[in-house]
């Protein structure tokens, strides 16, 4: 055969290879190719390894992350692995293709990724961006989180998240549609379970802890005690009486606590903020002794009496028959739950809690003219009778005072007996009288 025989067949036989290597290429082929040269467009020129046809990489599909300068990232002679997205121009002999890096690596991310969730493994990614209902995070491939698995609670403002690195559970995963579903809430929960579990089987009742007032109710304040919460009821938050938590209470305010009890089987703990704070009674003798006069609050009205707090925790009673010089039904006729009085301290007892407390002592007894005159009357009279015949109208007279005066005041309701309402002065009357 003739040279330009030899040399036609050469050809012949490039030009099918050439084609037969353009047949070869196909969307989805993972290929290699070298950077021939870089366009005024920042788009990549490659040649196609062992195909003789060159391909295009546009400057967004050189990487998942952000590309400003494609001559930052890549020169002329890299060799890269591409995946091919498709075809450009129909003329096989010139035509082109479109590939990209960037989906190749996502390719590779969403695999990974795929594993990880087959094994039951977590992820840590930074959250990029805060949108409407979620968050999204940067996995290699763009994840979200919705708003109602960012926490264990409810957050209002999800911006605090933004740029932090945050560990998360893969709940959905399906790549063909770049879906990508984490939770950060399951791992929270599971962290706060094993942090109770820590808390609880260490605390025991008596214990003084530092806390963190996590929620407020009606009925008490919830505290956060590092990983779980023990409630404190409205009854132990102070010693004066508390109608609402959030009078006294602020959620974020740190408080000390002290346990009453612990209950794993109900996961409960009781707390008590009152009994960590100095004893209202002590030194009461000091503050209210005999015979001083207090300002106080009029706390609760009742058929017997009234008590009156004279200090944090401190109240006392005022008998109805130590509010006014006057008759009175009840002691409502006269006093109003929170009004501003004075009182004198009849009698103290600080072991017992008692207080015994009077307000017409610190008022003048009135006296009509008549009741003078009746009172002279009375008194010429009271000499001219028998000694022992006076001695018995007086001890009648007091025993049925005494007894109209604590006639609605029970000793358990009250805390003072019959005897200490009717009060030592006419105590000592009455002895007085039984001597002579």
Do not use: C
Request: charged content about 30%; overall charge negative.
């Amino acid at each position: 055969m003739s040279e330009n025989g030899t040399s036609q067949n050469n050809e012949n036989n490039e030009l099918l290879d050439a084609l037969n290597s353009i047949d070869n290429v196909k969307v989805g082929d993972v290929v290699k190719g070298e950077v021939l040269t870089i366009d005024d467009d920042q788009q990549a020129i490659v040649g196609i390894a062992d195909t003789g046809i060159e391909g295009v990489v546009p400057k967004k599909e050189l990487s998942t992350k952000p590309v400003d300068d494609i001559n930052s990232v890549i020169k002329v002679g890299d060799v890269m692995d591409l995946v091919v997205i498709s075809r450009i121009g129909t003329d096989k002999e010139g035509g082109s293709y479109l590939l990209s890096q960037r989906r190749l690596e996502a390719r590779k991310v969403w695999d990974d990724i795929q594993k990880e969730f087959e094994a039951g493994h977590t992820l840590t990614a930074p959250v990029t961006q805060v949108v409407k209902g979620g968050l999204v995070v940067d996995a290699g491939v763009r994840g979200f989180v919705p708003a109602s698995m960012v926490s264990d609670h409810f957050v209002e403002d999800l911006s605090q998240f933004k740029g932090q690195t945050l560990e998360f559970k893969i709940v959905e995963i399906e790549p063909s549609e770049n879906r990508l579903i984490l939770s950060h809430r399951a791992l929270v929960e599971k962290e706060r379970a094993a942090q109770k579990a820590e808390i609880m089987a260490k605390l025991t009742a008596g214990d003084v802890v530092e806390g963190k007032v996590a929620r407020l109710t009606n009925f008490g304040a919830f505290v956060d005690l590092g990983g779980v919460d023990g409630l404190v009821h409205v009854s132990e938050i102070a010693f004066e009486r508390v109608e609402k938590p959030s009078d006294v209470l602020k959620v974020g305010q740190e408080v000390k606590v002290k346990v009453l009890s612990v209950d794993t089987d109900r996961d409960r703990i009781s707390l008590s903020i009152k009994q960590t704070l100095p004893e209202p009674w002590d030194g009461i003798e000091e503050k209210a002794p005999q015979g001083s006069t207090l300002d106080g609050t009029v706390k609760r009205l009742t058929s017997f009496g009234a008590f009156v707090e004279v200090f944090p925790g401190v109240e006392g009673l005022v008998h109805i028959s130590q509010i006014s010089h006057q008759h009175i039904a009840t002691p409502a006729d006269v006093l109003k739950v929170g009004q501003e009085i004075k009182v004198k301290v009849l009698d103290v007892r600080p072991d017992d809690h008692r207080l015994a407390l009077s307000i017409k002592a610190l008022e003048e007894k009135p006296q009509s003219g008549d009741e003078a005159s009746e009172s002279h009357s009375s008194n010429n009279n009271n000499r001219s009778r028998n000694n022992n015949g006076g001695n018995n109208n007086r001890r009648r007279n007091n025993r049925n005072s005494a007894e109209t005066s604590t006639a609605n005041a029970p000793e358990e309701s009250t805390g003072f007996s019959l005897g200490d309402l009717i009060g030592d002065s006419l105590k000592k009357d009455m002895e007085d009288n039984e001597n002579n």
